[in-house]
T-cell receptor
Framework: DAGVIQSPRHEVTEMGQEVTLRCKPI?????LFWYRQTMMRGLELLIY????????DSGMPEDRFSAKMPNASFSTLKIQPSEPRDSAVYFC????????????FGQGTRLTVV | DAKTTQPNSMESNEEEPVHLPCNHS???????IHWYRQLPSQGPEYVIH???SNVNNRMASLAIAEDRKSSTLILHRATLRDAAVYYC???????????FGTGTRLQVFP
């Protein structure tokens, strides 16, 4: 398997524009996590899914953020409208099971909002 | 969410063992102790995890205190490629959440 695949790797957008980040988890994994990393706040868990169902979205900062998982092989994180403070690296991770399994992370999407 | 406490930074010389400590005094019975590391400009990478017993794999060893309120990640022979931020995480048994703390930045000197 190619691992967790995120696209795009880099995104530069203007304030107010819609941004969509994409993630393809490892085949067969039933957990998917979205994280945001900044220097100030470190790695923050935004939302996670189990079997395509959102379980906990308490880390989503505002209503401008939304995430979907329409099927087991694809998830999106959307920001609309984007703001400069959304600039960060966004990571997606997947795991085969729950607490007793390891999570695999993608290479991340570096988002810059100007 | 259960909290972990780690030193901000540690240093080691190449080919020496490194012991990275972690305190997790509020751990519950179903929480697993996970360790991940993040190399510069990369996503986090799994290192090891355990529940009660000590664990070994090709990357490292995990020593868990008998009361489970602390653990130590052991790198047996540090290399320059081991320079990274190491995160000790409690993966909760009731939610399966994986919450990262601030981690320990390990520097390895030749």
């Amino acid at each position: 398997d190619a691992g967790v695949i995120q696209s795009p790797r880099h995104e530069v957008t203007e304030m107010g524009q819609e941004v969509t980040l994409r993630c393809k988890p490892i085949s067969g994994h039933d957990y998917l996590f979205w994280y945001r990393q900044t220097m100030m706040r470190g790695l923050e868990l935004l939302i996670y899914f189990n079997n395509n169902v959102p379980i906990d979205d308490s880390g989503m900062p505002e209503d401008r953020f939304s995430a979907k998982m329409p099927n087991a092989s694809f998830s999106t994180l959307k920001i609309q409208p984007s703001e400069p403070r959304d600039s960060a690296v966004y990571f997606c991770a997947s795991s085969l099971g729950g607490v007793n399994t390891e999570a695999f992370f993608g290479q991340g999407t570096r988002l810059t909002v100007v | 969410d259960a909290k972990t406490t780690q030193p901000n930074s540690m240093e080691s010389n190449e080919e020496e063992p490194v012991h990275l400590p972690c305190n997790h005094s509020t751990i519950s019975g179903t929480d697993y102790i996970h360790w991940y590391r993040q190399l510069p400009s990369q996503g986090p990478e799994y290192v090891i995890h355990g529940l009660t017993s000590n664990v070994n794999n090709r990357m490292a060893s995990l020593a868990i205190a008998e009361d489970r309120k602390s653990s130590t990640l052991i790198l047996h022979r540090a290399t320059l490629r081991d320079a990274a931020v190491y995160y000790c995480i409690l993966r909760r048994g009731d939610t399966d959440k994986l919450i990262f703390g601030t981690g320990t930045r390990l520097q390895v000197f030749p």
